[in-house]
């Protein structure tokens, strides 16, 4: 079930930009500035989780927890800077924040616990 639930999630955040991408009528450049400081947090949180964790042990996962909660404050920017140019491109968003809140909260559990 993971493993299509990460596609679905991942199908709607490119359908979000793509709807912004073709709107014409509003500026975009700031809405796709704070989409791509979301893909990197993407792309830094599992680095941080599962690859500083067998180097560094616990402390790594208390950076990945930094990390996540970044990536969902900037994961609600991109929801509020892209609902005005697509109210779709807004709302196709929302999921993934829900995501990354329970994903934070497993980080937190196995931070807690390690």
Known sequence: MFGSA????YAAMA????LVWRQQRFPRRE???VYGGLLVLNLSWPLTFFGL???IGGPALWLALLVIAAHAVVATFAVLRFGPISTT???LM???VSWLVFSASLNLYAALNN
């Open 94 to 96: 929302l999921p993934y």
């Open 6 to 9: 990460w596609l679905v999630l």
């Open 53 to 55: 964790y067998p180097i």
């Open 15 to 18: 359908v979000a930009a793509w």
């Open 31 to 33: 809405a796709f500035k």
């Open 89 to 91: 491109a807004g709302v």
